[in-house]
């Protein structure tokens, strides 16, 4: 009885260890790999932020009637990670940046998209 009592005992202690080595992980500070590409996304809203603040009056809808950017703006376009900002367009920053606009300005800005690449949907 003595032995089922120890046996009993000592899985319920290696249980216990298995959790709160479980909790201890979850609550442990991000990897390099995770702190890395948080800073990553934190670097490219920093530079959507840049962008927009620059450039977003010739960003806007419409589509026709394209505007020479500013040298302002043109400044954050050569600053900006464009491959990163283009990975951060959804159908719903569609609606309010015009596509067309932005290739054109990041081409007038010399800083042209890839040819065959895409930005949001719009295939360059």
């Given at each position: 009885?003595?032995?089922?009592?120890?046996?009993?005992?000592?899985?319920?202690?290696?249980?216990?260890?298995?959790?709160?080595?479980?909790?201890?992980?979850?609550?442990?500070?991000?990897?390099?790999?995770?702190?890395?590409?948080?800073?990553?996304?934190?670097?490219?809203?920093?530079?959507?932020?840049?962008?927009?603040?620059?450039?977003?009056?010739?960003?806007?809808f419409p589509a026709e009637a394209k505007a020479a950017p500013s040298?302002?703006?043109?400044?954050a376009v050569r600053r900006v990670d464009v491959g990163c900002l283009?990975?951060?367009?959804?159908?719903?920053?569609?609606?309010?940046?015009?596509?067309?606009?932005?290739?054109?300005?990041?081409?007038?800005?010399?800083?042209?998209?890839?040819?065959?690449?895409?930005?949001?949907?719009?295939?360059?």
């Open positions: 009885m003595a032995r089922l009592i120890a046996s009993s005992s000592s899985s319920a202690a290696v249980y216990c260890f298995v959790v709160l080595l479980i909790n201890a992980m979850a609550m442990a500070p991000a990897t390099a790999t995770e702190t890395a590409a948080a800073a990553a996304v934190d670097k490219c809203e920093r530079d959507l932020d840049l962008l927009m603040g620059s450039c977003e009056e010739y960003l806007r040298m302002a703006c043109c400044g283009c990975g951060m367009v959804t159908p719903e920053v569609e609606q309010y940046v015009c596509m067309d606009k932005a290739v054109y300005v990041a081409a007038y800005c010399h800083r042209p998209l890839l040819p065959g690449s895409y930005c949001g949907s719009k295939l360059v």
